[in-house]
């Protein structure tokens, strides 16, 4: 039982390139988030997932772009990369409304640097 | 708006003495309030929610409504709980979709 596993963990991008970060569950999960961590703030939330198919904005969605085609997976997607989108990448899980506690499963991060 | 409030960046105490770390929020509703702990290398976990009142690993935290607080608390500080602390904060989502509103953690560092 994996959790929530997350690649890539380290990633450099020249500005203007494009990439997906991507995440996937085992745990069978109906709801899925992105979350971005800046130095020294508190983790920001760029989308979520309350499952297959349905996705919507958090805080901070600008610059990014997500979908949630199966259960398991919540790929972020970004278009055009800024160096403001330097940041570490959090993806969580949680089971949600009902069968939830309260309790998102995250993801290890991913660290992003744009140059 | 909500909004999670640790007003310490970094708190540093002695093993075996008492821990405290604030957590101040603002949000008009009934709020369901987190604490999430990241030790180093690890991923960021759940140490206690307000509304299980339970004790995790020798910490606690009460709810207080009319100070918009909900500090961490620990009696006697061992090596083991240096970590990042995050206060979290969910508000009412309509969807039950428990987004979590984080406050910028604090980092604990116990001495031995």
């Known amino acids: 039982n994996a959790g929530v596993t997350q690649t890539p963990k380290f990633r450099i991008l020249k500005i203007g390139q494009s990439m997906t970060l991507q995440c996937a569950q085992d745990?069978?999960?109906?709801?899925m988030y992105w979350y971005r961590q800046d130095p020294g703030m508190g983790l920001k939330l760029i989308y979520y997932s309350v499952g297959a198919g349905i996705t919507d904005k958090g805080e901070v969605p600008n610059g990014y772009n997500v979908s949630r085609s199966t259960t398991e997976d919540f790929p972020l997607r970004l278009e055009l990369a800024a160096p403001s989108q330097t940041s570490v990448y959090f993806c969580?899980?949680?089971?949600?409304?009902?069968?939830?506690?309260?309790?998102?499963?995250f993801g290890e991060g991913s660290r992003l640097t744009v140059l | 708006a909500q909004r999670v409030t640790q007003p310490e960046k970094l708190l540093s105490v002695f093993k075996g003495a008492p821990v405290e770390l604030k957590c101040n929020y603002s949000y008009s509703g009934s709020p369901e309030l987190f604490w999430y702990v990241q030790y180093s290398r690890q991923r960021l976990q759940l140490l206690l929610r307000h509304i299980s009142r339970e004790s995790i690993k020798g910490f606690t935290a009460d709810l207080n409504k009319g100070e918009t607080s909900f500090h961490l608390k620990k009696p006697f500080a061992q090596e083991e709980d240096s970590a990042m602390y995050y206060c979290a904060l969910s508000g009412d989502s309509g969807a039950g979709s428990y987004q979590l509103t984080f406050g910028k953690g604090t980092k604990l560092s116990v001495i031995p």
């Open positions: 969580a899980s949680s089971p949600g409304h009902g069968g939830g506690t309260g309790e998102l499963f």
């Open positions: 745990m069978n999960h109906n709801y």
